[in-house]
């Protein structure tokens, strides 16, 4: 894992309070809006009606989408599907449901990722031996950089990566506004002035803005189309795209962690936040509550709100700034500096506070208004008026990886993990990630969790270099299919903080997350992966399974 205080330097209180006015005529600032008569905030027994009622709808999709798949691989894999019944409310077998997890890493993460999702996506003109896979998703979870790119796919009604990579990301990461030399430039004082703008308008709305604010807004002028950035987004209003009103999109989860009052990093048990398009909370004991997404910012008491309600809080940019943020870790305040000279982070606080000043440590992380105050059912958090979250790849135990939120959903059969975090010297997996991830399940009793074995067996056995499959064998556990970044045609270990791609590297970042994606071509990884995702869902495999679980599965 690259050192945070590296990755810090290199980049480098008072309650969220509702407003008495707010700017009409600001897309960023939050606003007044009148409160539903349905309950804001739920105890976590499962997951919500909405989220059951989509995922019912995009199993059906994705169950077609898998069966197609799977006879393109080996018709043998018709004996298992023809037993799937064409609505997920029949009886008997069902479709295995999959998830894809993309991890944090920063661009490295967001540019392999979206290699792997290339390499799955049927859509895309050039074939691999995996494409169609994705369009049999029923979930996908971001966290960091793969946030960025999770964000990216929904926010613009899910193209291709081809489509995001030509039209929006060469040139967005070639004169990247994280370049401090970029952001104060010249060509660029209107997006300065605009975010400047956004901050401005929040604080007069009468909520705290922080480094967060800027940072996920100009993170969003390379990742979101749109007006300023796609300054429109919201993290509800994903679903009024067409791909989510129609269900042709897996569920989109993004994660982040708290941080205790009064520290900085994360202790080995912090509580895990999920956001995505209908909620906002945890399933961790000291939580166990969700509130509706599109009303966070609102102030409330014991599930209740206090006075009106807020929408357009959940910003999508402030939310994927959220869990990417590192900034915190640093725990101490920041100087406000605007010059070509100052570090990002300096910039960042001279959108907070005015130049020669500096921000609190408060203000490097990603505020929330707490929706679980006064909640009894919450005693980690309920006396507490404002969350304080940042990325969930920091930390005395950071999981780098979103797999937490499906150890809680029980339907959920199969989770690819895509890995790319930089856990060595050239900035590559080593297992860590996950292995802490696994410590954190067993410490809790959440069987769902396969085992897992030590970073030192994953580097012996060179597991950190190619694709793994866990818990074939359990009963209980979901199977966790396991692949890692490699370079396979491109030194793709680049640094976390690497804020600055050229054409060229974007090119082939994901060129080289294709073949991450399809194992570099091996001739038997698609018949491998496919018996990896339908073994414990099938009554009879093609032979060649046999062969693929003595290979790949982890005993």
């Known amino acids: ?95 295995p449901v999959v998830a894809l997890t993309s991890s944090g890493g920063g661009y490295r993460a967001m540019l392999s990722g979206a290699g792997v999702v290339k390499a799955f996506d049927g859509r895309e003109k050039v074939k691999t031996g995996v494409s169609g896979l994705y369009q049999a998703l029923t979930y996908e979870a971001g966290l960091s950089g793969g946030s960025w790119l999770l964000s990216s796919l929904s926010a613009n009604d899910y193209p291709t990566i081809s489509s995001l990579q030509k039209s929006l990301w060469e040139e967005a990461l070639e004169s990247s506004l994280l370049v401090t030399s970029i952001l104060v430039s010249t060509p660029k004082d209107t997006i300065y002035s605009t975010v400047e703008a956004n901050v401005k308008a929040k604080r007069d709305a009468g909520f705290e803005p922080t480094i967060i604010d800027p940072w996920g807004r100009l993170l969003a002028y390379g990742l979101l189309y749109g007006v300023d950035g796609g300054v429109r987004a919201t993290l509800s209003g994903l679903t009024k795209t067409s791909s989510f009103k129609s269900y042709m999109a897996p569920y989109p989860i993004i994660t982040a962690l708290g941080v205790e009052t009064g520290s900085c990093i994360p202790e080995v048990n912090a509580t895990q936040y999920e956001f995505h398009p209908y909620e906002f909370g945890s399933w961790d004991a000291g939580v166990a509550a969700f509130a509706v997404s599109k ?83 919450s005693p980690e958090v309920s006396g507490l008026s404002t969350l304080e979250l940042v990325d969930g790849g920091v930390g ?15 339907d959920v059969d199969v989770i690819i993990v895509n890995e790319n975090s930089a856990d060595t010297r050239d ?14 399940a067993v410490a809790v009793g959440l069987k769902r969790m396969p085992t897992i074995p ?60 294709v073949e991450v994606g399809n194992y570099g071509g091996k001739d038997n990884w698609p018949l491998c992966l496919a018996c990896g995702i339908t073994k414990k869902n099938g009554k009879k495999l093609p032979d060649g399974c046999a062969a693929c679980f003595e290979e790949y599965c982890f005993n």
Request: charged share 15%; with cysteine.
């Open 454 to 513: 030590s970073v030192e067996t994953f580097v012996t056995k060179k597991l950190n270099q190619k694709p793994t499959f866990f818990g074939c064998h359990s009963t209980e556990a979901a199977t966790i299919i396991f692949i890692p970044n490699f370079n396979y045609t491109f030194t793709s270990g680049q640094p976390t903080s690497k804020i600055q791609y050229h054409r060229n590297e974007t090119v082939g970042m994901i060129s080289n997350g």
């Open 1 to 95: 894992m690259v050192s945070l205080r590296n990755l810090i330097a290199c980049l480098a209180g008072a309650a969220v309070a509702a407003a008495l006015h707010i700017p009409a005529d600001s897309a960023y600032a939050p606003k007044h809006a009148t409160c539903p008569a349905t309950p804001l905030v739920r105890g976590a027994t499962g997951i919500s009606a909405a989220e059951s009622d989509y995922i019912t709808r995009r199993h059906r999709k994705a169950s077609a989408a898998l069966k197609t798949w799977l006879r393109s691989v080996d018709e043998g894999f018709d004996s298992v599907s023809k037993e799937w019944p064409a609505h997920s409310s029949g009886k008997g077998a069902k479709a």
């Open 396 to 410: 005395v135990g950071y999981q780098g990886n979103p797999i937490w939120p499906f150890l809680y959903r029980s």
């Open 427 to 440: 900035n590559y997996p080593d297992g860590t990630q996950i292995v802490n991830t696994y410590k954190a």
């Open 295 to 377: 009303y966070v910012g609102t102030s409330f008491s014991n599930g209740r709100p206090i006075k009106s309600c807020i929408t357009n809080y959940d910003q999508l940019s402030y939310v994927l700034g959220t869990s990417s943020n590192v900034f915190a870790a640093a725990c101490t305040p920041v100087p406000a500096n605007n010059s070509a000279d100052a570090s990002l982070v300096q910039n960042f606080a001279a959108f907070v506070s005015k130049p020669g000043s500096d921000v609190s440590v408060r203000e490097t992380f990603g505020l929330f208004p707490n929706p679980f105050q006064g909640r009894h059912d």
